[in-house]
């Protein structure tokens, strides 16, 4: 049917979308007010039990730190009635040693020392893709071929309603 359509039947089915799409809008925007509503509703009093719970952990943390006999041998954790509280291991990182340390010192450091130079990544080739779009004028379809490239530009079908339509709330349909 679509290919054989008229003019005036894909003016009717225009109008249709836009009243669909208005209708859609209506509905997110009536959504997005509701839940700005809820968010304000809570964040007040989950802010105040965030704050609560942050003061209560660290208290607790630092009696751990202080009674450390009070955790069974060769364990960080402990066993309460409420919960198991303890002290997790963090996965490894590397940090500079200073704060006036850059990342740049610290790496011309490492080319210094022969048994730091293993760690010290060697950047590979990559392609500039963003380059060859910008030189696509300039480029030969052969060139791009013969090196297994083709640079593509697709299209998307829209309908975008018209502002008198959306101002009205209602799309105009035959």
């Given amino acids: 049917m679509s290919k054989n359509m008229t003019?005036?039947?894909?003016?009717?089915?225009?109008?249709e979308i836009v009243k669909l799409q208005l209708e859609r809008a209506r509905i997110n925007s009536a959504m997005e007010i509701k839940i700005t509503n809820v968010r304000a509703e809570y964040e007040g009093r989950l802010d105040t039990l965030t704050t609560q719970e942050a003061g209560k952990v660290s208290a607790l943390r630092e009696w751990a730190e202080s009674?450390?006999?009070?955790?069974?041998?060769?364990?960080?954790?402990?066993?309460?009635?409420?919960?198991?509280?303890?002290?997790?291991?963090?996965?490894?990182?590397?940090?500079k040693t200073g704060k006036k340390l850059s990342w740049e010192d610290v790496l011309k450091n490492m080319q210094r020392d022969p048994t730091l130079r293993p760690f010290i990544r060697q950047a590979e080739p990559e392609i500039n893709k963003q380059a060859l779009i910008d030189a696509r004028d300039q480029l030969s379809k052969d060139s791009l071929t013969g090196a297994g490239l083709r640079i593509v530009q697709g299209e998307t079908f829209f309908v975008d309603p018209v502002?008198?339509?959306?101002?009205l709330g209602t799309a105009v349909v035959s």
């Fill in 67 to 95: 009674n450390p006999s009070e955790f069974p041998k060769d364990t960080r954790s402990v066993s309460f009635v409420h919960a198991r509280v303890g002290f997790r291991t963090n996965p490894p990182k590397v940090e």
């Fill in 163 to 167: 502002a008198e339509s959306a101002e």
């Fill in 7 to 15: 003019r005036t039947e894909a003016e009717a089915l225009t109008g």
